[in-house]
């Protein structure tokens, strides 16, 4: 069983979720969207750990309690970790660097997305839901994607911003000062703006 979201839904679910949250979030001056808090308002705790050796999976959405391997960098082998049920797990190497910061937040917010949209799908399965860059996206993930974007860079703000930063400045390097204002990758703001053809 899967559940299908439109693009307007997932918009509808990221507005619902910021307004719930501080309204000024979804209306207000751009800023950046205060991920982590958003994610322990749902009740959901963070856990940062390395989840691969090589890197491969960057976030887990745990539905169920049970064990998950997480490498250890100090052994240099792979141990289970305990995890309750409501747990995003984020590889800690995303902490390491602050070039790191927009992969980190958007990790975050795909994970939350998991869990807003998801959990019905999941829970009671023994599955997680896991992001790993450079895989064939399942609709699951390209759903998890739009409201991580949706939730980070909410639209009213984005066009806010583009309105106000858009004069004097090249593609380039409006994506370059948008993607700082609202603490993103240059790679998420463009796709957010071309998306809604800003761009």
Request: proline content about 4%.
């Given at each position: 069983m899967r559940k299908y979201y439109t693009e307007p839904?997932?918009?509808?679910?990221?507005?619902?979720?910021?307004?719930?949250?501080?309204?000024?979030?979804?209306?207000?001056?751009?800023?950046?969207i205060p991920i982590e808090d958003l994610i322990e308002r749902h009740g959901l705790t963070l856990e940062f750990q390395y989840l691969r050796k090589n890197?491969?999976?960057?976030?887990?959405t745990i539905f169920d309690c049970g064990l998950e391997a997480v490498y250890d960098m100090e052994q240099g082998q792979?141990?289970?970790?305990?995890?309750?049920?409501?747990?995003i797990l984020i590889d800690a190497s995303l902490c390491e660097e602050e070039a790191s910061t927009g992969r980190l937040r958007f990790t975050e917010s795909h994970e939350l997305a998991h869990w807003i949209m998801h959990k019905g799908l999941y829970t009671g399965t023994g599955e997680s839901a896991a992001l790993q860059p450079a895989v064939k996206e399942t609709d699951m993930e390209v759903q998890a994607n739009m409201l991580g974007s949706a939730l980070l860079m909410p639209m009213p703000m984005v066009k806010?911003?583009?309105?106000?930063?858009r004069g004097g400045r090249d593609d380039q390097t409006l994506v370059h000062d948008m993607a700082e204002v609202f603490q993103v990758s240059r790679q998420a703001m463009r796709i957010r703006l071309?998306?809604?053809?800003?761009?």
């Open positions: 839904m997932i918009e509808s679910i990221a507005r619902r979720v910021l307004d719930s949250y501080d309204a000024r979030l979804y209306r207000g001056q751009p800023c950046a890197g491969r999976i960057l976030g887990k792979y141990t289970l970790f305990p995890v309750k049920a409501g747990t806010r911003c583009y309105y106000q930063l071309v998306n809604h053809r800003l761009m």
